[in-house]
């Protein structure tokens, strides 16, 4: 493989990695906006609610 | 074979002579009861631990009520197995999608979080019903390879009940009281069975006399998936579970990553055959399938395989 080939296939990777980086990132922040929403909403509350009692249905009894 | 591969393998061979003398130590750690614990197991039985800290629920058949409860946990861990200190999040998300019909944010974001962050190393890694299985899966009695014509199919099973019976049922089918059952925990879960089910009934008397037809399915369903865990590795893993399916959509982005160096592999497929998810390692590392166990990292001698956090350009 020539320099100049090896060079261009190196760019393609470099662009590739960016993209990935910023669908991680992107990803992430969305994560994160998502759980604030749900405590915003105080969706954790429901969460508890259902998870101290024991649900018959999830042990095969409900 | 190229020369450069030949020099490689070589060089393995020559690493296996000089490390002779610590194979020896190992050997004879070995014959007196000694066994080098992996850094996966070790990993496991603390997560393991950690998820189910509660130990006064083993004794007296209770379950922790505290406010860690609000927090789902990533792997696929009962809300009702005695010990249980976090949420589970498929149970969450049925319950989220059927209870009050809206988005479910929160449960949502922290299994993106978890799976952007780690992809499926959780099911590798931190998984307590991954542990049961690959112990299962070390008893002595003959390994089955699933042919590829029947476990490539059987795998996007997965996705099905995900979709199906996660979120599609919980969202949009009720029963004639209007209450929404957890589909999924209710016919299938084994970890429920498992970890909720069993130890509620041994630990709570009262519960006992409440067990019928529901109860039977259920622990007919977790024993064919741990009889199977002896002979197929992971197959709830590969097959069944909602969870791994969601956090495999993750597994090529997520922040921790499989590095495969083909300049350095000798193709010997060591690393192949030691995987417990038959992932095509030399080819699709970060594969939808991959668990991030760390088994062909282990095994490549010619140290082809790395992970960490950062991806290298």
New interface residues.
């Given amino acids: 493989m020539s320099e100049s080939e090896m060079g261009k296939s190196g760019m393609k990777?470099?662009k590739l990695?960016g993209k990935?980086?910023m669908?991680?990132i992107g990803?992430?922040f969305?994560?994160?906006?998502?759980?604030?929403?749900?405590?915003m909403?105080q969706?954790?509350?429901?969460?508890?609610q259902?998870?101290?009692?024991?649900?018959?249905?999830?042990?095969?009894?409900? | 074979m190229s020369g450069m591969h030949r020099d490689r393998m070589n060089a393995g061979r020559q690493n296996d002579t000089d490390g002779q003398g610590a194979g020896r130590k190992d050997a004879s750690r070995q014959s007196r009861g000694f066994r080098r614990i992996s850094f996966q197991r070790v990993v496991q039985l603390l997560s393991a631990a950690l998820v189910n800290g509660y130990v006064v629920g083993f004794q007296k058949g209770t379950?922790?009520?505290g406010?860690s409860?609000?927090?789902?946990v990533p792997v696929l861990n009962?809300?009702?197995c005695p010990g249980?200190l976090?949420?589970?999040p498929i149970?969450?998300l049925q319950?989220?999608l059927g209870?009050?019909h809206?988005f479910?944010?929160?449960?949502?974001?922290?299994l993106?979080?978890f799976?952007?962050?780690l992809g499926r190393a959780v099911c590798g890694l931190l998984c307590p019903f991954g542990l049961v299985q690959d112990l299962l899966y070390k008893i002595p009695v003959p390994k089955w390879k699933v042919p590829g014509r029947i476990d490539k199919p059987a795998r996007f099973l997965k996705y099905v009940i995900l979709v199906v019976l996660v979120i599609f049922l919980p969202a949009f089918l009720a029963t004639k009281t209007g209450i929404v059952?957890?589909y999924f925990?209710?016919y299938i879960?084994p970890a429920?069975?498992l970890g909720?089910?069993i130890l509620?009934?041994i630990a709570n008397p009262a519960?006992r006399k409440?067990?019928?037809a529901?109860?039977s399915?259920?622990?007919l369903v977790m024993v064919v998936i741990l009889a199977a865990s002896m002979f197929i590795s992971r197959p709830f893993c590969r097959y069944l579970c909602p969870l791994g399916a969601f956090y495999s959509v993750?597994n090529?982005?997520?922040?921790y990553q499989m590095h495969f160096e083909e300049s350095a592999c000798v193709a010997c497929k060591q690393c192949e055959n030691a995987c417990p998810m038959a992932v095509e390692v030399t080819k699709d590392i970060n594969g939808q399938e991959c668990i991030r166990c760390g088994k062909c990292k282990t095994v490549c001698r010619a140290g082809a395989i790395t992970s960490d956090f950062v991806?290298k350009?």
Avoid at chain 2, 69 to 72: G, L, P, T
Avoid at chain 2, 104 to 110: D, I, K
Wanted: net charge positive.
């Fill in positions: 990777k470099d990695v990935e980086n669908v991680r990803v992430l969305t994560s994160i906006v998502f759980i604030a929403i749900g405590i909403r969706e954790h509350l429901e969460v508890l259902k998870a101290v009692r024991i649900c018959l249905e999830c042990i095969g009894i409900g | 379950i922790f009520t406010k409860k609000a927090i789902c009962c809300y009702s249980a976090g949420a589970c149970g969450s319950e989220a209870g009050r809206h479910p944010f929160y449960v949502l974001g922290s993106m979080l799976g952007i962050v059952p957890p925990c209710k879960c429920g069975t909720g089910g509620q009934m519960l409440l067990a019928g529901l109860f399915w259920k622990v993750f090529r982005f997520s922040f991806r350009s």
